[in-house]
């Protein structure tokens, strides 16, 4: 039992609020997932360009991205803000991947 739990003691709150966590619990491993899935194809996009000797970075295509997921937050009712520095966390590892790619491809 979790100290929220405990002070709420046995409740319909404390019901809700576990109900609430196993969702939350669920979304959190559907965001890994997703996210491991997202890796696995900006890793072949990354032997991809090394192999024809493009850039790690693509910033047109990022700023197209950040421009979408913008929109895309806006029209969820998420922070426009928190998405890009989201989707900035997740373009630096991608980028760091491909350059570690490419520096493996001798490019």
Same mark, same amino acid.
Request: proline share 4%.
């Given at each position: 039992?979790?100290?929220?739990?405990?002070?709420?003691?046995?409740?319909?709150?404390?019901?809700?609020?576990?109900?609430?966590?196993?969702?939350?619990?669920?979304?959190?491993?559907?965001?890994?997932?997703?996210?491991?899935?997202?890796?696995?194809?900006?890793? #072949?996009?990354?032997?991809? #360009?090394?192999?024809?000797?493009?850039?790690?970075?693509?910033?047109?295509?990022? #700023?197209?991205?950040?421009?979408?997921?913008?929109?895309?937050?806006?029209?969820?009712?998420?922070?426009?803000?928190?998405?890009?520095?989201?989707?900035?966390?997740?373009?630096? !590892?991608?980028?760091?991947?491909? !350059?570690?790619?490419?520096?493996?491809?001798?490019?």
């Amino acid at each position: 039992m979790s100290n929220a739990e405990a002070q709420l003691g046995q409740s319909e709150a404390v019901n809700e609020l576990k109900a609430l966590r196993s969702s939350i619990d669920n979304i959190d491993a559907a965001l890994i997932n997703m996210l491991a899935e997202r890796f696995k194809c900006t890793q #072949k996009v990354g032997v991809l #360009k090394a192999t024809n000797d493009l850039p790690p970075a693509d910033p047109a295509r990022e #700023k197209i991205q950040i421009e979408r997921l913008r929109r895309l937050a806006a029209e969820a009712n998420l922070d426009p803000d928190f998405a890009e520095k989201f989707l900035n966390f997740i373009v630096r !590892e991608v980028i760091r991947h491909h !350059e570690a790619i490419a520096a493996e491809a001798g490019n």
